[in-house]
């Protein structure tokens, strides 16, 4: 395709030598098409990159970072031990303001309690997602019910509904990390980089929150590149 594309402007350029009006203006109008069926071909890779674009350092050491964790596992326990199901997305480096505002914002601390009052079947708020943001204090509640990009159904094996798809959806998007609770099998997956977990006990959901949460630079710059030799792959 770059060939092609470097032999059409070759011929652009020699028409404009030559003089070769007619040639020129239908290059012309050529490329001013082209770049707008570029922007439609590859307007999900452009989405992606701009949400690439709006990065959000994360802080979180030692205690705020456990902190952050036992909420998060208690409010998963009270879920499944209910049968109700969520979705918790954890942003890391990758902004995902444009997520927060599909759903209702806010602004509280991460609690147990509020997780599994967030998705109760009869609060207003229990669809879609909940987007938390670490900080110095262990984090935030920032969204829910929030809308997600869903992964292609070849993604995702036909076992599992919406809201794991969604789960693989953002995080081929971005480098966030998300918690799904299964409401049917009361089961708990952690998904991250559009792969998911097996089913994960509390105890072990802890200590995978607590090793993907302990990410220093030079590892987040690696797994950056990673991410973006895999979208071009797709690509």
């Not at 890779?45 to 050491?61: H, T």
């Not at 918790?88 to 309690?113: H, N, S």
Request: aromatic share 6%.
């Amino acid at each position: 395709m770059l060939l092609g594309l470097l032999v059409l402007v070759v011929i652009y350029e020699l028409a404009g030598f030559f003089g070769l009006l007619t040639l020129e203006w239908l290059f012309d109008q050529f490329f001013s098409v082209f770049v707008v069926i570029l922007v439609i071909l590859f307007q999900n890779e452009i989405r992606r990159g701009l949400m690439r674009v709006a990065r959000n350092p994360m802080q979180l050491r030692g205690g705020a970072r456990t902190k952050l964790v036992d909420a998060l596992v208690a409010g998963c326990k009270l879920l499944v031990e209910r049968g109700w199901g969520g979705l918790l997305v954890i942003e890391r480096t990758t902004g995902l303001r444009q997520i927060c505002q599909t759903g209702v914002e806010m602004d509280a601390p991460v609690d147990g309690d509020l997780i599994a009052a967030l998705f109760c079947p009869a609060a207003p708020m229990h669809d879609g997602a909940v987007v938390i943001r670490p900080d110095a204090r262990g984090g935030r509640i920032v969204a829910a019910r929030a809308l997600l990009p869903l992964a292609q159904a070849r993604a995702i094996s036909g076992t599992f509904g919406t809201r794991h798809r969604a789960a693989v959806g953002v995080t081929e998007e971005s480098d966030a990390l998300v918690v799904v609770v299964s409401e049917e099998r009361r089961d708990i997956h952690l998904v991250s980089e559009g792969r998911m977990s097996a089913a994960l006990a509390p105890r072990q959901l802890r200590q995978r929150l607590l090793q993907e949460l302990t990410v220093e630079e030079g590892e987040a710059a690696a797994g950056w590149f990673a991410r973006l030799g895999r979208l071009w792959d797709r690509s």
